[in-house]
């Protein structure tokens, strides 16, 4: 009995953890996509503490580009980490990129293309990703160095 009472205390709180990480991340989107990045980043650190990979992969954008925090290529490169293992295809495909270039990490092409092919691979964003890669290969040699890195640059 008394170890029936315990997993379903356990399960409480780890129902009430991850619903309080997305509450958490929900609001820091929110801020997020209204440019309110320095009322965003708390809500997404303490989403991200939680292990909330959508938060992790939100928090390194701010990381990568000092939205809300001063720039810092190996926070950026740690928290994309995070949630590209935890198969979340954008954070991957931002992993991938870091490896390119060499940024926040030593550069590693196999790596790169390791990553990146993950992403495009994955059913629910790997076509968005392609797509826009494919829209941005005319804006940017950046683009174009990642289509021909896996193989796509048709």
């Not at 060499?102 to 196999?110: C, D, P, R, T």
């Not at 629910?124 to 290969?137: A, S, V």
Request: proline fraction near 1%; charge should be positive; include cysteine.
């Amino acid at each position: 009995m008394k170890k029936l009472l315990l997993a379903c205390m356990l399960t409480l709180c780890l129902g009430a953890n991850a619903q309080s990480a997305d509450k958490l991340y929900d609001e820091g989107k929110k801020l997020y996509d209204q440019e309110q990045y320095q009322e965003a980043v708390p809500k997404l650190q303490a989403a991200a503490d939680k292990g909330h990979k959508k938060a992790q992969y939100r928090l390194g954008r701010c990381y990568d580009k000092g939205y809300g925090v001063k720039e810092n290529d190996k926070k950026a490169f740690e928290l994309y980490q995070k949630s590209a293992k935890q198969d979340y295809a954008k954070a991957m495909f931002h992993l991938g990129k870091c490896y390119m270039k060499g940024k926040g990490v030593a550069a590693n092409q196999e790596e790169a293309r390791k990553w990146i092919k993950r992403a495009i691979s994955d059913e629910k964003h790997g076509d968005e990703i392609l797509k826009d890669l494919r829209k941005t290969k005319a804006d940017g040699e950046e683009a174009t160095r990642i289509l021909i890195l896996i193989g796509k640059n048709k």
